[in-house]
């Protein structure tokens, strides 16, 4: 497709915004886990003086500021991907699915998620958000075709495959017994859990790290338009 140059500046932006919603709710994610590694250290430690001096106070305080942060990013995320709609196909299915998930995040949560249909829910909620990156990646591919960026669209394709194994392993996880009395197995489930969380998080880092990149790609095309208006001039 031939990219005009005001398409390729407001895709440009939309995406931008919608990196900035990502960034946003790692950044979340990011103090949410260090608040609980260090609750839970300082419980164990200085179990007095955490009750006494109000820790669980302050711990409520963060998770709420960060709680909040997370709801801020999803929406600049959603504002940044509806403003990207008309772009492309991909996009406003991308969208939809986005509301899809969410409506199906609030039904998980009324229901329970250790409940079957929570869990089914959940897995359903990880490979939806397979689906919208890969929307996201393809839609954004098909703006970039023949603007020499082919690094990007080979980056693209990594990051949606990325989360496709950290969704799918996700999922399985799901699926393994909890209830066993061993601590061996105990130690096995948390070692698995914290190099999964730890794998999605990096893989999360890589996204926004795209979309990024997929911003710059664009504004270089529409500079390149503008160039080449000018020299026809």
């Not at 260090?34 to 164990?44: D, F, K, P, Q, W």
């Not at 302050?58 to 709801?71: D, K, N, Q, Y």
Request: proline content about 1%.
């Amino acid at each position: 497709m031939t990219l005009d140059y005001g398409t390729a500046i407001v895709s440009a932006q939309k995406i931008r915004l919608m990196r900035k919603g990502n960034l946003v709710m790692l950044i979340s994610l990011a103090v949410l886990l260090l608040n609980a590694v260090l609750a839970l250290v300082l419980a164990l430690t200085q179990p007095i003086s955490f009750y006494i001096h109000g820790g669980i106070n302050t711990i409520f305080v963060l998770v709420l500021i960060s709680g909040i942060a997370a709801i801020v990013g999803s929406i600049m995320y959603l504002v940044g991907l509806y403003g990207l709609r008309e772009m492309q196909p991909e996009y406003k299915t991308a969208f939809t699915c986005e509301i899809v998930l969410i409506v199906a995040g609030v039904v998980m949560n009324f229901v329970g998620q250790d409940s079957f249909l929570g869990q089914f829910l959940n897995v359903a909620r990880s490979l939806g958000g397979v689906a919208v990156i890969w929307l996201v990646v393809q839609g954004t591919r098909h703006l970039l075709e023949g603007q020499n960026q082919e690094q990007v669209l080979r980056q693209g394709e990594l990051v949606w495959k990325l989360h496709l194994a950290s969704a799918v392993l996700t999922a399985l996880l799901e699926f393994f017994p909890t209830s066993v009395e061993s601590n061996l197995w105990r130690i096995f489930m948390l070692t698995i859990s914290a190099v999964l969380a730890v794998f999605a998080f990096a893989v999360m880092i890589y996204y926004v790290m795209y979309l990024g990149w997929a911003a710059k790609a664009l504004e270089t095309a529409a500079l390149g338009q503008r160039v080449e208006a000018l020299e026809e001039k």
